[in-house]
């Protein structure tokens, strides 16, 4: 099992990324995908991801509205488009798969920084 994010980068407020995160040793119908982010001296934090049992999507609070989570079952990866993006959102941002209620995952990739300036 393998999962690589990419598409991190630097912007200014107002902007906007599109992660993506590739998967392979695994198809996205048999584990679910979420993308965590983790900013410096904070806990890390369930962004956005699909559920297991239904594919419906789960946002944070604080990402409502302005990051949309989708997939591509043809490539096995799973996106997440990041509209007006904040300063609060420069963290290094992760995917992982199973997840465990958004809160945590079996397998991750490695971290793609996003820094937002004000």
């Known amino acids: 099992v393998q999962l690589q994010a990419s598409g991190g980068g630097s912007v200014q407020a107002g902007g906007s990324l599109r992660l993506s995160c590739a998967a392979s040793?695994?198809?996205?119908?048999?584990?679910?995908i979420g993308w965590f982010r983790r900013a410096p001296g904070k806990e890390r934090e369930g962004v956005s991801c699909?559920?297991?049992?239904?594919?419906?999507?789960y946002y944070a609070d604080s990402v409502k509205g302005r990051f949309t989570i989708s997939r591509d079952n043809a490539k096995n990866t799973v996106y997440l488009q990041m509209n007006s993006l904040k300063p609060e959102d420069t963290a290094v941002y992760s995917c992982?798969?199973?997840?465990?209620?958004?809160?945590?995952?079996?397998?991750w990739g490695k971290g793609t920084q996003v820094t937002v300036s004000s």
């Open positions: 040793g695994f198809t996205l119908d048999e584990f679910a």
């Open positions: 992982a798969a199973p997840h465990y209620y958004c809160s945590g995952g079996l397998y």
């Open positions: 699909f559920s297991s049992s239904n594919g419906s999507t």
